[in-house]
């Protein structure tokens, strides 16, 4: 049989052990982009610690091509008052090279259903303007724009807008349950 071999794909539970890996993937965006805000990439140790804490609470899942880590998405607490806590801030990094490949959208089709099951409500998202990619996977994932920060950020020798987006991750409106 002739032609390319299909790639394995496969989302699963992120452990502290895939620190080093999201530590790589992330590095990039810190270092040349205005993406994420941070401007020293964390370690791999740093990362694995930030894995630990979400999944305690939230989720941190990763998508593995051929075994190798190629992406991350994650939630953790949206605001740390009471009322807020079943809003969570979601997020999606993968490697550079990989958007639009679908890796983002299989990594949020798993991560939401996670978080609807300990009971969270709604998901939020921030992005650094311009990012196209992002904006459009998240409306492509069926967030809705709630507003943006002029000139919120200053990375790289400039100003940075910030939109937000959200996400209703169930329909109703009555009172929430207890996280789980």
């Known amino acids: 049989m002739t032609g390319t071999r299909p790639v394995s794909t496969e989302v699963r539970p992120a452990t502290e052990l895939d620190g080093d890996a999201c530590a790589a993937i992330y590095a990039p965006y810190v270092n040349a982009t205005a993406i994420t805000f941070e401007t020293e990439p964390p370690t791999g140790s740093e990362m694995g610690a930030r894995i630990a804490a979400a999944t305690r609470t939230h989720a941190w899942l990763v998508v593995e091509n051929e075994g190798r880590v190629a992406g991350y998405a994650y939630a953790t607490r949206f605001h740390t008052r009471p009322a807020y806590r079943w809003a969570c801030e979601v997020s999606v990094y993968l490697e550079v090279g990989r958007r639009r490949t679908g890796a983002g959208r299989l990594l949020y089709n798993q991560l939401f259903p996670t978080l609807i099951g300990r009971g969270f409500?709604?998901?939020?998202?921030?992005?650094?303007?311009?990012?196209?990619?992002?904006?459009g996977l998240h409306?492509?994932?069926?967030?809705?724009?709630?507003?943006?920060?002029?000139?919120?950020?200053?990375?790289?020798?400039?100003?940075?807008?910030?939109?937000?987006?959200?996400?209703?991750l169930v329909g109703d409106a009555g009172a929430p349950g207890e996280l789980r």
């Open 121 to 135: 409500r709604v998901a939020v998202a921030g992005m650094t303007l311009p990012n196209p990619a992002s904006v």
């Open 139 to 168: 409306r492509a994932m069926g967030f809705k724009d709630v507003g943006t920060y002029r000139r919120i950020g200053f990375k790289l020798g400039s100003w940075h807008d910030v939109a937000w987006m959200q996400l209703d």
